[in-house]
């Protein structure tokens, strides 16, 4: 009996059967296309349920308007996008950006712990990716480390946007691997239809029994005026795992030890040690809106407190650590969209001010290290009306921050950033035709007081960086679309490349920057084809990009403070890779509407003189059947990723796995699709499953058996 006959028999059985009395309602499709802006009401003379709410909960992707840089819809941007709205984060959503988009098209993550888990988009990550809070960075030390985790919940999202490839270079250098930009109503954006707009959700897992919500409401005041509140809070214990703490040649390798309390290690399992975690979070904000005009202000205050899974020495002189990280922000965000006439059709602005700090703490409680930030960013966009096709974006964008470390794991001398970018990005669409073309222009000017703890010296040094693409896209049949994009992109370097030059707890090496870099630069192609007409949808895309400038970490072969020493070098790389994602409708059978998805992605990547790039992500396959049946969706996946050898020196190899997962949502009232209750079953079968893109992966496996409950309302 095959796993596809299988998954369709529990699919099956698994859905109820409509009300005898329910009545047809719209598809998807005819129901309309999610909107950012968009906003749920409840009816209460709406308070049966009825056939089709499921589908009405699950708007088509295709159709999803992108709001990051240019508004278009998903199938219009060249490049790779993903957006995840509600429907979707549902499924999704974990307590970190990274593990939350892991399984997006061309998306990994560090997984460096369940908490401090970043996204990898085509194999790059760190400082090459940028994570926005509706367009502006998070504003925290997240890039500086892979042990520091982003100071976002996703939790608080309305929906997240991805964009791989050349759209994404409007929003700075550092974004030459991609874009994650989560947007939330913090700052609301029009008037609830209601008295009050609410919208919560309470969610609960086993594998870390992990306990979360959160709640906001929006309430209006004299018309035009809106008031908005939201806070959440979640906990959770040490992370259940589907075997062994160590990986095979680590146990291995323990076993050898002729110290008993070594070997012991050999033997752990089930749970990965100090991995708990704590968070909370509040925000008020306020708006004027009328119609188009918004102008609005929050404040965010979070906090977070989270282990760091134990890196076990097999050498009985080293002491392994067991650190705890202590985080804590507050931010104040403003946004105004102002509607103007003539050739621009309105000014958009939007700034961010944090003060951030962050304790690493000793096993007994004291400080080892303490990380300090203060810094804004602001940006202002104008943008065009259409004038017979021609539209676009243009505006100018600033950064400001510094950085401080205190301890002794200090690893950078007090530093500071300041980045000013002009971009620009302009379309034409004439017939079967669009053709996009922008460029981007940044200032940049990084310094380093002197430093006689970690003995270096005052560095000042400036960059002028220089990135641009042009693309078109054909439609070469009905429903059909093909697309070609050729981009420049060059990259400041970042603070921890520079000026780095001591003992780094995070990765478990001694760091060693390189004042003298130059920009890193690369040419990528990009190779786009879209179907999205009939009941088969399918996206791919190619790309290929050469860097003359890489920046990487190479070992030197030393050790200092008993860490391997690893200095920042630069030389010439290429990455290349694909991502392909599809769907298709297979019509009604046992009085369920039956569908499939199928997604895969592959990166190669080579540093010349060097090797394979370290930390890739290997070849990935995702296939799901989906069924909807009156109030009721569900849907069975199966993920498998191959095993990962080509690895960089000090690499360790990764073996593969394959994940079962299940899922079933209900959706009670027609009138409000979104209130969904959820259960969800994640690595079934309870596998040990690493990631090869975590420099924990020997140390710190992935959740193992994984029973998740949520309920999602909002009226």
Do not use: C
Request: proline fraction near 6%.
């Amino acid at each position: 009996m095959n796993l596809t006959f299988l998954a369709a028999t529990a699919l099956a059985s698994a859905l109820p059967a409509p009300p005898a009395a329910a009545q047809p309602v719209a598809t998807a499709a005819q129901a309309g296309v999610a909107d950012n802006n968009a906003t749920g009401g409840t009816d209460a003379s709406a308070a049966e349920p009825v056939t089709g709410n499921a589908e009405k909960a699950h708007p088509d992707p295709d159709q999803a308007i992108v709001v990051t840089g240019v508004r278009r819809r998903a199938d219009d941007v060249l490049g790779g996008v993903s957006v995840l709205d509600e429907a979707v984060l549902n499924r999704e959503v974990r307590t970190s950006i990274g593990e939350t988009l892991a399984r997006q098209p061309g998306v990994s993550a560090t997984s460096f712990g369940p908490t401090a888990s970043a996204p990898v988009i085509r194999g790059l990550s760190g400082d090459r990716i940028r994570v926005l809070t509706d367009g502006i960075g998070t504003l925290d030390l997240s890039s500086a480390g892979p042990d520091h985790s982003i100071s976002i919940n996703p939790i608080t999202a309305e929906r997240i946007e991805v964009l791989r490839g050349p759209a994404a270079l409007l929003f700075g250098s550092s974004a030459i691997g991609g874009v994650v930009n989560v947007i939330d109503t913090r700052i609301p954006r029009h008037v609830p239809p209601n008295v009050v707009g609410v919208n919560a959700i309470v969610q609960y897992g086993s594998a870390a029994n992990e306990r979360s919500g959160n709640a906001s409401i929006d309430v209006p005041i004299a018309g035009h005026f809106v008031i908005h509140a939201d806070g959440n809070a979640s906990d959770s214990d040490d992370l259940e795992i589907g075997g062994h703490v160590l990986s095979k040649d680590l146990r291995e390798q323990a076993l050898a030890s002729p110290d008993p309390d070594i070997q012991a290690l050999a033997d752990l399992k089930g749970k990965l040690p100090n991995s708990e975690a704590r968070s909370r979070e509040g925000a008020i904000g306020a708006a004027y809106v009328d119609g188009d005009l918004n102008v609005g202000f929050s404040v965010t205050r979070h906090t977070q407190k989270y282990g760091v899974p134990i890196r076990y020495s097999l050498d009985p002189a080293i002491e392994a650590e067991a650190p705890t990280i202590d985080l804590e922000q507050t931010r104040y965000d403003a946004r105004a969209e102002v509607p103007l006439g003539g050739f621009f059709s309105r000014v958009r602005a939007r700034a961010g001010y944090s003060d951030y700090h962050h304790d690493e703490l000793e096993a007994d409680g004291s400080i080892g290290s303490s990380f300090f930030s203060k810094g804004g960013e602001g940006r202002l966009e104008l943008v065009q009306s259409d004038k017979s096709g021609w539209g676009g974006t243009s505006g100018v964008q600033y950064l400001d921050r510094n950085a401080r470390i205190r301890g002794d794991e200090k690893f950078l001398p007090d530093s500071s950033q300041k980045q000013t970018g002009l971009f620009t990005l302009q379309t034409y669409v004439s017939g079967p035709w669009r053709i996009e073309g922008g460029a981007r222009v940044e200032f940049s000017q990084l310094d380093a007081k002197a430093d006689a703890q970690i003995a270096t010296l005052a560095h000042s040094v400036d960059f002028t960086t220089v990135s641009g693409s042009i693309g078109a896209q054909y439609e070469i049949a009905t429903g059909w679309r093909a697309g070609l994009s050729l981009s420049h992109s060059e990259r400041a370097p970042s603070i921890e490349e520079l000026f780095a030059n001591g003992p780094h707890g995070g990765s478990q090496s001694f760091e060693v920057g390189n004042p003298a870099l130059s920009p890193e630069k690369g040419n990528s192609v990009e190779f786009t084809l879209h179907h999205a007409r009939g009941p088969v949808h399918l996206t791919a895309n190619l790309y290929y990009t050469r860097f003359s400038n890489f920046i990487y970490q190479a070992p030197s072969g030393a050790t200092q403070d008993d860490l391997p020493v690893f200095d920042f070098a630069e030389g010439k790389a290429t990455y290349y890779g694909f991502e392909l994602q599809g769907d298709a409708k297979f019509g009604k059978a046992l009085g369920i509407d039956w569908g499939a998805e199928l997604q895969g992605d592959m990166v190669h990547a080579t540093i010349k003189h060097f090797g394979p790039a370290p930390f890739i992500p290997p070849f990935r396959v995702l296939g799901a059947l989906t069924g909807a049946r009156g109030q009721f969706d569900g849907r069975v996946e199966v993920e498998r990723a191959l095993a990962h050898n080509r690895t960089a020196p000090l690499e360790t190899d990764t073996p593969g796995y394959t994940m079962v997962n299940a899922s079933l949502d209900y959706h009670p009232f027609e009138a409000n699709p979104a209130l969904t209750l959820s259960l969800l079953a994640n690595n079934i079968f309870d596998v040990d499953a690493r990631r090869s893109t975590s420099q924990l992966k020997d140390f710190a496996p992935l959740a193992g058996r994984d029973i998740r409950l949520s309920a999602r309302l909002s009226f």
